[in-house]
């Protein structure tokens, strides 16, 4: 089975700083699927970026960016020029590209609290 | 375009009690998820659905928690009978296929919060 650990419970940035929160995971899979997901106090779980492991290159979404290092299994993600409306509960979440029947259902870490300092 | 749709958006209900929660996916998706969300907690996957069919139910605890998806579109999760550790936020979201069978984004709902007294 897969894991996703997010080791940073809380993260606290200053307006317009930039910030990268972490992720690992673990899987005996080649290919899959990694997200990052932004849950405001609302619960609505929303999309901020996804990676397809088979590519190389680092996903980027406007301020939101990723550093996918596939050997190591780690995925991180960094906000440029934090913005207020940028705090909220990140979960990373890990998707099987090879799982039999069609079963894709998402494997999410713990979440990281992001507070953004005015 | 219309997102996935929950109710309610919140309950209360005491111990042995049962209660059950509705979904409805956004139009012509035809997978749709439930997840179980503990506080303090990454949302766990509960049950998929393809159209009317389970695709994976492994995290499901059929003792008690059950779910249909009768004509492929809304669905219901019940839990009958509720224990105090049923207290959770219970997400739904939906997903489109490609002519691949690769899934595209999951949408989620948002989500129905149940206290269990």
């Known amino acids: 089975a897969q894991t996703v650990t997010q080791s940073q419970p809380e993260m606290s940035v200053q307006e317009a700083e930039t910030v990268t929160l972490s992720c690992t995971y673990d899987?005996?899979?080649?290919?899959?699927?990694l997200f990052w997901y932004k849950q405001p106090p609302s619960r609505q779980m929303i999309l901020v970026i996804r990676?397809?492991?088979?590519?190389?290159q680092n996903a980027t979404e406007n301020r939101f960016s990723v550093n996918f290092q596939k050997a190591a299994k780690s995925f991180s993600l960094k906000i440029s020029d934090s913005q207020l409306g940028d705090a909220a509960m990140y979960f990373c979440?890990?998707?099987?590209?090879?799982?039999?029947?069609?079963?894709?259902?998402?494997?999410f870490g713990k979440g990281t609290h992001l507070i953004i300092q005015p | 375009e219309a997102g996935v749709a929950q109710s309610p958006r919140y309950k209360i209900i005491e111990k042995r009690q049962s209660v059950a929660f509705w979904c409805n996916p956004i139009?012509?998706?035809?997978?749709l998820y439930w997840y179980q969300q503990i506080l303090g907690q990454g949302p766990k996957l509960l049950i998929q659905?393809?159209?009317?069919?389970?695709?994976?139910d492994s995290q499901l605890p059929k003792d008690r928690f059950s779910a249909e998806r009768l004509k492929g579109v809304d669905s219901t999760l019940k839990i009958q009978p509720a224990k105090l550790e049923d207290s959770a936020v219970y997400l739904c979201?939906?997903?489109?296929?490609?002519?691949?069978?690769?899934?595209?984004?999951?949408?989620f709902g948002p989500g129905t919060r149940l206290t269990v007294t």
């Open positions: 979201a939906s997903s489109s296929k490609g002519a691949s069978g690769t899934s595209y984004e999951q949408y």
């Open positions: 899987t005996s899979e080649s290919d899959y699927y």
């Open positions: 990676q397809e492991a088979y590519k190389q």
């Open positions: 979440a890990y998707r099987s590209a090879m799982a039999g029947g069609g079963a894709d259902g998402l494997t």
């Open positions: 139009s012509g998706h035809a997978t």
């Open positions: 659905f393809q159209n009317n069919g389970v695709v994976d």
